[in-house]
C-alpha cells in the first residue's frame, strides 16, 4: 500500500513541479517516477524503495538535459492513441465497447456503432493532445507548453470523460449505467493488450 502510495506521489507531483520548479528538479522527479515504474514492473525486493531516490540523485549529477522533460507528454498520447487506435482494425473490438461489455454484457447494433465511434473521438483527441504537445515543445514557448500538458491536456480528457458520461446517461437513459468511479474500475479490469 505504501509502495502504491508512492507512486501515486510521484505522478501527481510531476505536472506543479514541471510548470513551477527549474528544469533540473524536475528531471529528478521525471527520473524516480521513471525508476518506479520500472522497479514496479521487474523489483521484487525491498531494495526497490531506494531505486526513484538514486535515479533522482544520479539526474541530479548529470549534465542538464531539458529536452528530456517534454519527451513524456508526447509519448504518453502517443502510447494512448496507439492504444485506443489499434482496437479499431479489422476483427478487433473497439476499447470502449469492452469497458461497455463489462457494464452491459453483450451490445446491441447501436451501442456498437456508438462505442466504435467513441473509440475513434477517444483515438483523435490523444493523437491532436500528442500533435500540439510537440508543436509547443518545438516552439520554445515553455510557458505554453506547460499550460498545456500540465492543464489543459488533462482538462481535455476530464472534459470528454465527463461530457461522454452526461450523453450517455441521457441518449441511452433506457440501458444500465455505472457510476464514472465504476467506469474507471472497468478500465483497469479490462485486458488493454488483447487482440
Known amino acids: 500500500m505504501a509502495w502504491r502510495a508512492l507512486g501515486f506521489t510521484l505522478l501527481f507531483a510531476y505536472p506543479p513541479t514541471v510548470h513551477f520548479a527549474r528544469p533540473a ?80 454484457g453483450s451490445l446491441t447494433p447501436e451501442l456498437q456503432r456508438y462505442t466504435r465511434t467513441l473509440t475513434w473521438i477517444w483515438t483523435l483527441l490523444f ?24 492543464l489543459l491536456n488533462y482538462a481535455a480528457v476530464a472534459f470528454l470523460f465527463l461530457c461522454e458520461y452526461v450523453y450517455r446517461r441521457v441518449r441511452w437513459r433506457h440501458y444500465r449505467h455505472q457510476s464514472p468511479l465504476q467506469l474507471l474500475r472497468n478500465v483497469q479490469r479490462t485486458k488493454l493488450f488483447e487482440r
Open 127 to 150: 493523437a491532436a493532445a500528442a500533435a500540439l504537445s510537440a508543436a509547443l515543445a518545438l516552439s520554445g514557448n515553455r510557458d505554453a507548453w506547460s499550460l498545456f500538458t500540465n
Open 25 to 104: 528538479a524536475s528531471l529528478a522527479l521525471l527520473a524516480a517516477l521513471a525508476a518506479f515504474l520500472l522497479a514496479s514492473a521487474l523489483v521484487h525486493h525491498p531494495v526497490r524503495w531506494s531505486l526513484p531516490g538514486a535515479a533522482a540523485l544520479v539526474v541530479l549529477w548529470l549534465p542538464p538535459a531539458s529536452w528530456l522533460l517534454y519527451v513524456p507528454p508526447v509519448a504518453i498520447n502517443v502510447a494512448l492513441c496507439w492504444l485506443f487506435g489499434r482496437t479499431l482494425l479489422a476483427r478487433r473490438t473497439p476499447l470502449i465497447a469492452r469497458f461497455a461489455m463489462l457494464e452491459q
